[in-house]
């Protein structure tokens, strides 16, 4: 890719566990929602590894310089499959309009490949940067944060096989209350 002089060169990738400590510092960026260290380290493999979901990272000449997650699923409203951008961080030194237009090009290819009907984007851009990228603001979702079962939750995916081995075949797993 050639830019402007005045531009650097941006790459934009699949994340893999070499970029988790540019990741970690980008992740920091998120406050006041950004996670602590133990839970990131938790949640970090299994994101990498789930197929459903894209842990993109921005890359120029000094390094990672921004990232992107976002996941796919299936939708009523959407008809059928939607991608969801929940998360983009940019490093302050970074173009953030530019780091941001690759980024979502690269999440825009993804959901083509993945047979979606459109990608939604979470507001994690200023409104008149979403815009720009041809984003309309069509709903407004409102989170409320949930209290942890346990001190210590166990993070699965489907690929991870269950939380708890049983150690009959026929044995039901325990059920949390």
Excluded: H
């Amino acid at each position: 890719m050639t830019l402007d002089p005045t531009q650097r060169d941006v790459t934009v990738r699949r994340a893999t566990t070499a970029d988790r400590e540019d990741l970690w510092l980008l992740v920091l960026r998120l406050q006041p929602d950004a996670p602590d260290r133990a839970t990131y380290d938790r949640v970090v493999g299994p994101l990498l590894r789930a197929l459903d979901t894209l842990l993109l990272v921005a890359q120029d000449a000094t390094g990672v310089v921004g990232y992107l997650l976002a996941s796919q699923r299936l939708t009523f409203s959407g008809n059928g499959a939607v991608v969801e951008i929940d998360e983009i961080a940019l490093a302050p030194e970074a173009d953030q309009c530019l780091v941001s237009a690759e980024l979502i090009g690269a999440v825009e290819a993804w959901g083509q490949e993945q047979r979606a009907t459109r990608v939604t984007l979470a507001d994690v851009l200023p409104r008149e940067t979403a815009e720009e990228l041809g984003f309309a603001t069509t709903e407004v979702r409102s989170t409320k944060a949930l209290d942890l079962l346990d001190a210590d939750p166990v993070l699965t995916s489907p690929w991870d096989g269950p939380a708890v081995p049983a150690s009959d075949p026929d044995e039901a797993l325990p059920v949390r209350d």
